[in-house]
């Protein structure tokens, strides 16, 4: 941070010295620190959702404030639904300052990015508090919307709504299952994705099995980095396990070396990415539109 505050520093707007002014007060020997920044997000959050109590007038609305990771997640409770937005801080950085390597470069270039961001999650074997981690979500934005990718979009859907419907994946973070497919996206040709998602949620489930065995998923963009690490032993063995059921019960329907493999049936896997009452009728008159739900949730 030092050429940053030396470049405030002669700068005579009001503006600017304020914004030298804050820096200085989340700066720790001449770093930006994490905590400092994080604890002065949060102390604007809790502020701002004070002045209106904590709810929306309008309708009721009712606002909670949490922190998890990185991230300031707002929790939004109406009479009739329940969401969540999160907010995640990000330093952004010219395209020139990357740090990557000649392969992730390349889809980094691919997507004609002038920025890339770092955000304030410090790794879990830091000593310090001064840690950033990098971050590409628009260049992996391209890598998932590409030509033909909507197989890969349905899948990386799929696999979440999995990990709801089952208690012991709570671990099973989205970002792990998105980085599960930045890896078979680098690995497969384009014409890979135009096969039916069945198949691909075969290999899928086959691919996040096997790195939940070896407990190793690389952060895509810095390979050398293991995703899991974050999570005890035992939390990657009860994923495992769970996933590994699935796995062979999806891919056992015809087998994984058939050249006839489908990916298993509609029925199982509706069974499996459905929770009961999505899959039960409560009255005749919602039969109709139980139908459409399940029409939309069997696999092409």
């Known amino acids: 941070m030092t050429r940053v505050l030396e470049l405030l520093k002669d700068d005579p707007r009001a503006d600017r010295q304020s914004i030298r002014k804050l820096l200085l007060s989340l700066v720790l020997n001449n770093y930006l620190a994490v905590d400092l920044l994080q604890g002065w997000l949060q102390s604007h959050f809790s502020r701002a959702l004070d002045r209106i109590a904590n709810r929306v007038e309008l309708d009721g609305t009712k606002l909670k404030y949490k922190t998890c990771g990185p991230a300031h997640t707002i929790v939004v409770e109406g009479r009739d639904l329940e969401y969540s937005v999160d907010y995640v801080p990000a330093i952004r950085l010219g395209a020139e300052q990357n740090v990557l390597a000649a392969e992730q470069l390349t889809y980094f270039r691919r997507a004609n990015l002038s920025h890339w961001d770092a955000i304030p999650k410090p790794l879990k074997m830091a000593t310090d508090q001064v840690s950033f981690r990098s971050s590409f979500y628009e260049a992996e934005k391209v890598m998932l919307r590409g030509e033909n990718m909507n197989h890969c979009l349905d899948g990386i859907r799929l696999i979440k709504k999995f990990r709801d419907v089952k208690t012991n994946l709570s671990n099973l973070k989205s970002y792990y299952i998105k980085t599960l497919f930045l890896w078979k ?86 069974r499996a990415f459905s929770h009961k009452e999505e899959r039960t009728p409560l009255r005749a008159s919602q039969r109709l539109a139980k139908r459409k739900d399940i029409k939309r949730l069997q696999l092409r």
């Open 185 to 270: 996206i680098r690995q497969e040709q384009p014409h890979y994705w135009l096969q039916p998602l069945t198949v691909i949620l075969s290999d899928m489930f086959e691919e996040l099995t096997e790195c939940l065995l070896q407990g190793w998923l690389p952060f895509y963009w810095d390979p050398e980095l293991n995703m899991l690490d974050l999570l005890t032993r035992d939390q990657v063995t009860e994923m495992y396990r769970c996933v590994k059921s699935f796995s062979a019960m999806l891919g056992g329907e015809v087998g994984y070396d058939s050249p006839r493999r489908t990916g298993g049936s509609p029925l199982v896997v509706l």
